[in-house]
């Protein structure tokens, strides 16, 4: 069965300092992996997703960079964070381009002070 | 701008009631998911609606997609606290450069009290 993994599961940092999160997928090849925001139990804002590897596409200008070294690792990064970076990041898969539904992973809390 | 409207944001009832939750868009979706997610957890996809009038059970939960499949609608029957949580709805936009984007609903937070 497919699993995916989000680490840190939490994570304070000093406004700019870099950042960088993680995510892996396991149990499947060649999925497309998303990266969204979401404000405290809100809705999910999606800011990356990536159909292979070294393919990025931005949602939204921003403070933040995506990077996909690996088949099934998906990479968050900031050289910088800014105080409205603070939020919950979550990253999901699905597989085929067309698919339907994605599934997402536990999520890393992020609080910049 | 593509918006899916959710509706009510907060519900508080006790146990034994029903609701129902509802999305709105203008847009015109290719399937509409609906998730629910604990606090401090990552969504959890519940159903996955894809033709215009289907509606999917499961248990107590009733899932329906509007005809012109721009609405949908989770109805809960005898609620229970372990229905409590925030319930998410995602729609499908038709494929724009080979991808299937998913628009999502603000969400409904509920609370079901013994």
């Known amino acids: 069965s497919q699993t995916i993994h989000q680490w840190p599961a939490t994570l304070v940092q000093p406004v700019g300092s870099p950042l960088s999160l993680e995510c892996t997928v396991e149990g499947t090849s060649n999925p497309n992996l998303y990266w969204y925001r979401q404000a405290a139990g809100r809705g999910l804002q999606l800011l990356f997703y990536?159909?292979?590897?070294?393919?990025i596409s931005s949602e939204v200008p921003q403070n933040l960079s995506a990077s996909r070294p690996q088949d099934r690792q998906f990479i968050l990064s900031s050289k910088k964070l800014l105080l409205s970076d603070s939020g919950f990041y979550l990253c999901a898969w699905s597989v085929g381009l067309l698919a339907h539904e994605q599934f997402f992973g536990p999520g890393t809390r992020l609080t910049v002070l | 701008t593509q918006l899916l409207e959710q509706s009510p944001q907060f519900l508080s009832i006790q146990e034994g009631e029903n609701l129902t939750v509802y999305c709105n868009s203008s847009s015109v979706f290719s399937s509409l998911q609906w998730y629910r997610q604990e606090p401090g957890e990552g969504p959890v996809l519940l159903v996955t609606v894809v033709t215009g009038g289907e509606v999917k059970k499961l248990k107590r939960l009733t899932f329906q997609f509007g005809d012109a499949r721009k609405d949908s609608s989770l109805h809960i029957t005898a609620a229970q606290p372990g229905d409590t949580g925030l319930y998410l709805c995602?729609?499908?936009?038709?494929?724009?450069?080979?991808?299937?984007?998913?628009?999502f609903g603000a969400g409904t937070r509920l609370a079901v009290h013994p």
């Open positions: 995602a729609g499908a936009l038709s494929p724009s450069g080979g991808y299937n984007k998913l628009i």
């Open positions: 990536s159909v292979g590897i070294g393919q």
